[in-house]
């Protein structure tokens, strides 16, 4: 059993990284924000708690989203491994992801980062606005929330997963190729 955190600012990556690192590995890939959108775009109980949330860049309450990822584990308990991309983004997630795991004799193994300036990431997403259709990519100030968010609540998990020696920073700058070969030398050493 291997639990990776891929970790990263908005735009990093996480989710184009995770599409050739879940094959790669046989890890069942969770991304807490593909769930939220899904949920928005059935109107389910829980999109209509996340939207106005989403829609401004802001985190979504941790117990909506605890309860949640939970519940998307619990889905898959014969995986080899999971992938968790977006989750956890606060101290209070990491702690629960923790103690969660713990009922399963689980842990997380590694949090694999990917680095890259701001400025070069809010162009990417701006870019991604014109047709992605996620209203957070729609404009700048949405998008530079998502980094305030970011700032204030989710780079505090690079310390905790440093005390932990789980924590592995790769350059998230350069082709995807050559992003997915990075984080590959530190899938294989684990
Ligand atoms: P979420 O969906 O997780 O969004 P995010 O982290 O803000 O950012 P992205 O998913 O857009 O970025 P990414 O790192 O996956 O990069 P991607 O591969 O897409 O969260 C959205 C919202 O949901 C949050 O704001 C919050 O409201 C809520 N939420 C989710 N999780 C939550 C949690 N745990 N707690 C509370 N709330 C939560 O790539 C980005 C772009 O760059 C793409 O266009 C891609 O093609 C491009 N790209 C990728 N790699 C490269 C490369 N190497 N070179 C050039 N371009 C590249
Ligand atoms: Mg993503």
Redesign the pocket.
């Given at each position: 059993m291997i639990n990776i955190v891929l970790f990263?600012?908005?735009?990093?990556?996480?989710?184009?990284?995770?599409e050739f690192l879940k094959d790669k590995y046989n890890l069942t890939h969770i991304?807490?924000?593909?769930v939220?959108?899904y949920n928005l775009k059935n109107d389910t109980e829980l999109g209509k708690l996340?939207r106005k949330?989403?829609d401004s860049?802001?985190?979504?309450?941790?117990e909506?989203?605890i309860d949640m990822?939970k519940n998307e584990v619990e889905k898959h308990l014969d995986t080899k491994g999971f992938l968790f991309?977006?989750?956890?983004?606060?101290l209070n997630?990491a702690e629960a992801l923790d103690r969660f795991l713990a009922t399963k004799n689980w842990e997380v193994t590694a949090t694999v980062a990917?680095e890259a300036d701001d400025e070069i990431?809010i162009q990417?997403?701006l870019?991604?606005g014109k047709t992605?259709g996620?209203v957070?990519?729609q404009d700048e100030e949405k998008i530079r929330n998502?980094y305030v968010?970011?700032n204030e609540k989710t780079a505090p998990l690079i310390a905790f997963y440093k005390k932990q020696n789980k924590f592995y920073p790769v350059n998230?700058?350069?082709?995807?190729a050559?992003?997915t070969e990075r984080l590959s030398e530190v899938l294989d050493i684990l």
């Open positions: 990263g600012k908005p735009g990093a990556g996480k989710g184009t990284q995770a991304s807490t924000g593909d939220f959108r996340a949330y989403m860049g802001d985190l979504v309450p941790d909506l989203t990822l991309d977006g989750f956890p983004r606060t997630q990917l990431l990417r997403l870019e991604r992605s996620r957070d990519d998502r968010e970011y998230g700058i350069g082709t995807i050559e992003v």
